[in-house]
């Protein structure tokens, strides 16, 4: 089955909005969670993760949310702009394992 | 930094033909993983080496897909006696041993005729 789970394809905010994107993960080994941004046509890049010692990590505008107990993590972004359009993948792991599994991904649109 | 580097970054190929895909990981990174993405299954895991061993191979199809890493800068994908299915953007991304991050190459977008 699959390890990690989006089950949003896809959302649109308007401009300033909050939002919130969510993600579930099956193995509650893992302790590592990361967000991943990808642009069309770009490669994913890392835009925050955090380990399972804390529940919260805050990077200007985006912030993680880790629930260990319910296996859920999520991204939650502020005063959203239209440059934040973009598809998110979520991405758990093991530490010392070098695989980590993404999610299908949550294209995110932010209109102006 | 060059950051990862995969070559070619377009290639065309007519059905039942050899497609063989080069990346060369960031310098010190121990961990090379190849994906593939299409707009249906969106990033699927292929396979991944660390320190050149190949680790995990389970996303691999069994038949006509094969991966090696000959040394520590550059790991290749070949396809043989390509389909169209194989039509997609294949990723490869390399992470420091023990890190989490993995950095991602610009792909090579394979198109099979």
């Known amino acids: 089955g699959q390890q990690v789970k989006q089950s949003s394809p896809s959302l649109t905010v308007q401009e300033g909005g909050i939002l919130i994107l969510n993600c579930d993960y099956e193995n509650d080994m893992f302790d590592y969670f990361a967000w991943y941004k990808k642009y069309p046509d770009n490669s994913p890049t890392l835009l925050i993760s955090?380990?399972?010692?804390?529940d919260k990590r805050e990077d200007g505008r985006f912030t993680v949310f880790l629930n260990k107990s319910g296996k859920h993590f999520s991204l939650h972004i502020t005063a959203s702009q239209p440059e934040d359009t973009a598809v998110y993948l979520c991405a758990a792991g093991r530490n010392n394992n070098n695989r980590i599994f993404f999610g299908d991904g949550t294209q995110l649109v932010v209109k102006p | 930094n060059a950051g990862v580097i995969q070559t070619p970054r377009h290639k065309v190929t007519g059905k039942g033909q050899e497609a063989t895909l080069w990346c060369e990981p960031i310098?010190?990174?121990?961990?090379v993983f190849w994906y593939r993405q299409t707009i249906v299954q969106g990033l699927e895991f292929l396979t991944y080496?660390?320190?050149?061993?190949?680790?995990?191979d389970s996303g691999m199809p069994k038949e006509r897909f094969s991966a090696q890493m000959p040394n520590q800068s550059h790991s290749t994908l070949k396809i043989q006696s390509t389909q169209p299915q194989d039509s997609a953007v294949y990723l490869c991304?390399?992470?420091?041993?023990?890190?989490?991050?993995?950095?991602f190459g610009p792909g090579t977008r394979l198109t099979v005729l």
């Open positions: 080496f660390r320190n050149q061993a190949p680790i995990d």
């Open positions: 310098s010190g990174h121990s961990a």
């Open positions: 991304a390399s992470r420091v041993g023990g890190g989490d991050e993995q950095y």
């Open positions: 955090v380990r399972s010692n804390v």
